[in-house]
């Protein structure tokens, strides 16, 4: 049995780079793996693109005991702990399988490559056993060589990574800050881009509504209609759904205090069989709305959406 799986991994400390590249072989008993030494170059011996790898070799299980072998190969980029990819080939039919599967991290750059070699059960993927790890690092000068300029002109610097993330501009949009890479975790409303996708995500408008209805009659009286913790100058709309609605729209603005009254708009009571929607937007920030559905003589239960800039249609928060 023969396979080849890919995964992306995540949380495997990484071992040490260093040391001279060679041909390495693993030899238990159990199994036999053949680890090429050039790993970063073309069978023809042309260097990889920084970005790229090219593990080769072959391995292969010698015994009968239901057990099968598997290698497993690690990609590190440069700046990262972890491995960023990883993919295992696996054979259990007693023949040499190749080792032949090409990775591409770009635009990180490739660290090392990491070789895992071990035998386990193929009914339910349980391992037995595994040998020592081994680790192939990327030659320091690996870079696409640079073309021979043309008489009279100077060539382009090659780019370099400043801040030391991994990347390097222009994929990396600010090569003076290691947080901020394609990738990065973004915060939002913060005005930086961390993570190069040309904007900042936007924040969130964290206003609340404070309300308080009573049973009137055929109709229930709003005591309290307020919007408090909005920022300053936010537009807040009242929105009545229904055929029983006193009115379709109302504005109000949020004051200095970050609050707006609404209750001047229900000095009528609101009769069951309505839908009302309190919304508060900002410019470039996720709004916020607040829909009491009034089915009956009786305090509504509220449901919260979230508008996102530009969107019309409000969507479950």
Not at 176 to 186: F, H, S
């Amino acid at each position: 049995m023969r396979r080849v799986t890919i995964a992306t991994v995540l949380g495997i400390a990484a071992l040490g780079a260093g040391g001279v590249a060679q041909a390495y072989e693993f030899k238990p008993s159990w199994g036999y793996g053949y680890i090429d030494d050039s790993p970063f170059a073309e069978p023809s011996g042309a260097l990889l693109p920084f970005t790229q790898a090219f593990p080769r070799g072959h391995i292969r299980d010698t015994i009968v005991d239901r057990r099968d072998v598997r290698l497993t190969v690690s990609v590190y980029m440069v700046g990262r702990p972890d491995p960023v990819r990883s993919y295992a080939v696996e054979e259990g039919d007693f023949r040499d399988f190749p080792i032949d599967q090409r990775v591409d991290i770009a635009p990180a750059q490739v660290s090392h490559l990491r070789y895992d070699f071990c035998r386990f059960n193929p009914d339910n993927g349980a391992v037995d056993a595994c040998e020592p790890s081994h680790v192939i690092p990327r030659p320091v000068a690996t870079a696409t060589p640079t073309p021979t300029p043309t008489p009279g002109t100077q060539p382009a610097p090659a780019p370099t990574d400043a801040d030391g993330d991994g990347f390097v501009p222009p994929s990396d949009c600010s090569d003076q800050n290691d947080t901020v890479y394609p990738g990065a975790k973004e915060t939002a409303g913060n005005g930086i881009d961390e993570d190069c996708d040309g904007k900042d995500a936007p924040g969130r408008v964290l206003a609340t509504v404070k309300f308080k209805w009573v049973e009137s009659g055929r109709r229930l009286r709003v005591r309290r209609m307020r919007v408090v913790d909005a920022p300053e100058g936010a537009r807040v709309e009242v929105r009545c759904s229904g055929r029983r609605c006193a009115f379709e729209q109302r504005m109000a603005t949020v004051d200095a205090k970050g609050e707006a009254n609404l209750k001047q708009f229900f000095k009528r009571g609101v009769r069951p069989k309505v839908t009302i929607d309190v919304l508060v937007t900002y410019p470039n920030m996720v709004g916020r709305m607040i829909r009491f559905p009034v089915k009956r003589l009786d305090v509504p239960s509220t449901v919260r959406y979230c508008l996102a800039p530009e969107v019309t249609r409000p969507q479950r928060c």
